[in-house]
C-alpha cells in the first residue's frame, strides 16, 4: 500500500515568508509525528498528533511554528516569518496507533530559507 | 532528559565483513528502540524495533538487541554488502509520543 508522503520535496523561500508544509499519513494511521532534521543537530522531535489532537507540542521551537491535522489524517506544518536557521529537512512520520508501535517516515520536505 | 549516543559516528569495511554498530542512552525507562536506515536525500526506513521487555530481534542479516538496564543497544550485520552503505540511526521511544534519536553511524562498505 502508499507509505507516507509529503509535499513539495523541496522548498526554496525568503526570509520572512511563511511556509506550509504538507503530510499524508498511511490511511488508517491515527499518530502522526513531525520531525526536523538539520545539519549539527540531528534529528529532533517538533509535534505529535493522535487523531486530531496534539498531546505534545514540545518539540516546536518557537510560537512560528505551528501544526494542524484534519480528519485524523492530513497534517500541515506551517512556519511563519521563516528565518534562516529554519532551514532544514522536515520528516513526517505516522503509526497505527502511538509511539509504541513501528513509526514510518515519509521522504521528506527540504526547505532552503535564503 | 533522554540522550542517545551512537558509536562509531563513521565506519568503513570491506564487503563481506561481519560488523556491530552501537546505541546507548541515558534514561532506561523506555518503551522501545528502533534502528533505521536512512540513504542520502531519503527518509528514514524501520529496519528493526525492540520492544522494552525483548532482549532481540533479528531480520534476514541484521540482528539487533537490547539490554534496557544498562542503556545499551547494538545492530549486527552479517556479510555486509555495498547496498548496506547508508547512515544507521537508533532511536528510543520517550515519554511515550516521541522517538529520540542518537547522532547516527555512517557506514561505507566497499566492493
Known amino acids: 500500500g502508499a507509505g507516507v508522503s509529503q509535499s513539495p520535496s523541496n522548498k526554496v523561500t525568503e526570509k520572512g515568508k511563511d511556509v506550509e508544509l504538507r503530510c499524508d499519513p498511511i490511511s488508517g494511521h491515527t499518530a502522526l509525528y513531525w520531525y526536523r532534521q538539520s545539519l549539527g543537530q540531528g534529528l529532533e522531535f517538533l509535534i505529535y498528533?493522535?487523531?486530531?489532537?496534539?498531546?505534545?507540542k514540545s518539540g516546536l521551537p518557537s510560537d512560528r511554528f505551528s501544526a494542524e491535522r484534519t480528519g485524523g489524517s492530513v497534517s500541515t506544518l506551517t512556519i511563519q516569518r521563516t528565518q534562516q536557521e529554519d532551514s532544514a529537512v522536515y520528516l513526517c512520520?505516522?503509526?497505527?496507533?502511538?509511539?509504541?508501535?513501528?513509526?514510518?517516515f515519509g521522504p521528506g520536505t527540504r526547505l532552503t530559507v535564503l | 532528559k533522554q540522550e542517545v549516543t551512537q558509536i562509531p559516528a563513521a565506519l568503513s569495511v570491506p564487503e563481506g565483513e561481519n560488523l556491530v554498530l552501537n546505541c546507548s542512552f541515558t534514561d532506561s525507562a523506555i518503551y522501545n528502540l528502533q534502528w533505521f536506515r536512512q540513504d542520502p536525500g531519503k527518509g528514514l526506513t524501520s529496519l528493526l524495533l525492540?520492544?522494552?521487555?525483548?532482549r532481540e530481534q533479528t531480520s534476514g542479516r541484521l540482528n539487533a538487541s537490547l539490554d534496557k538496564s544498562s542503556g545499551r543497544s547494538t545492530l549486527y550485520i552479517a556479510a555486509s554488502q555495498p547496498g548496506d552503505s547508508a547512515t544507521y540511526l537508533c532511536?528510543?521511544?520517550?515519554?511515550?509520543?516521541?522517538?529520540?534519536f542518537g547522532t547516527g553511524t555512517r557506514l561505507l562498505v566497499s566492493p
Open positions: 512520520a505516522s503509526s497505527p496507533f502511538q509511539a509504541t508501535d513501528t513509526q514510518y
Open positions: 498528533f493522535q487523531g486530531n489532537s496534539a498531546p505534545d
Open positions: 525492540i520492544q522494552s521487555s525483548q
Open positions: 532511536a528510543v521511544t520517550h515519554g511515550f509520543q516521541k522517538l529520540v
